[in-house]
């Protein structure tokens, strides 16, 4: 005997129940985790990450309610992998600039993070391929991301095409962990962990312009920590007299 759709049994009331309760949870959970991604740092969201499971949870929807800075705050892993990375190309770079930290103050500089991204999910996200090029350094890969950030910094959104001839320097920057001295030194500059004395080359080379694309030129890596100069500039996401297109 066939049974009519109508006269089949539906779902007990408890578990209606469950289910609308769930689903409440799911979509509030949604609402806080975008809301506070644009939002700055505040205690609320730290408070979240006392929650039970709410940090896998935002994960895996990619939506990071923990996220208010460096990789590093929150990385489950050691070593290299739970340390910041920075990429960045300097312009009209010239032979002998290496030993000249002057002449390098003066070249105009794109990062890959825009200055101000928001919100901080994609901030991270920015963080996070930067964290990928740099430990793809040594593998036979090594050069596809950076020739990919390069092409898309210059010729996207900056709109300096790969003319032939045409020198630039790009380099990826390892973000080291303070040493306890300096940890524990009363200068506020010493105990400073963004400060660029913290900062190690991890991979760089030479953007040559080939009329289509830039190519790059591996240089010698220094694994040793260098002073990297702060340089006047602008990120990838904001306007210049040589960008005057802003962040895609």
Not at 4 to 29: K, Y
Not at 131 to 158: C, F, N, R
Request: proline share 8%.
């Amino acid at each position: 005997m066939n049974t009519r759709p109508d006269e089949i049994p539906g779902p007990s009331s408890a578990t209606r129940t469950t289910i609308n309760v769930l689903l409440m949870v799911h979509f509030v959970f949604i609402a806080v985790a975008v809301t506070v991604n644009f939002q700055p740092v505040s205690s609320f969201r730290l408070r979240l990450q006392n929650i039970p499971f709410a940090p896998l949870y935002a994960k895996l929807l990619s939506q990071d309610i923990l996220y208010n800075g460096p990789l590093a705050n929150f990385a489950i892993t050691d070593g290299q992998f739970d340390r910041d990375y920075r990429c960045r190309v300097l312009l009209d770079w010239r032979d002998g600039m290496e030993n000249d930290p002057a002449a390098v103050a003066q070249l105009e500089q794109i990062d890959l993070l825009p200055e101000g991204v928001w919100p901080n999910v994609r901030r991270q996200r920015y963080l996070q391929l930067a964290k990928y090029t740099g430990l793809s350094e040594g593998d036979s890969i090594e050069s596809l991301l950076p020739q990919a950030i390069s092409d898309y910094l210059l010729m996207e959104v900056h709109n300096i095409p790969p003319t032939m001839g045409e020198r630039h320097r790009f380099q990826c920057n390892e973000r080291l962990l303070q040493d306890l001295p300096n940890l524990r030194s009363i200068d506020p500059q010493e105990r400073d962990p963004m400060a660029d004395r913290w900062l190690s080359t991890r991979y760089e080379a030479d953007l040559v312009g080939t009329g289509q694309q830039w190519a790059p030129n591996k240089v010698a890596g220094r694994e040793e920590v260098t002073q990297v100069q702060p340089i006047g500039g602008t990120g990838g996401g904001e306007s210049s007299p040589r960008a005057p297109q802003g962040d895609r």
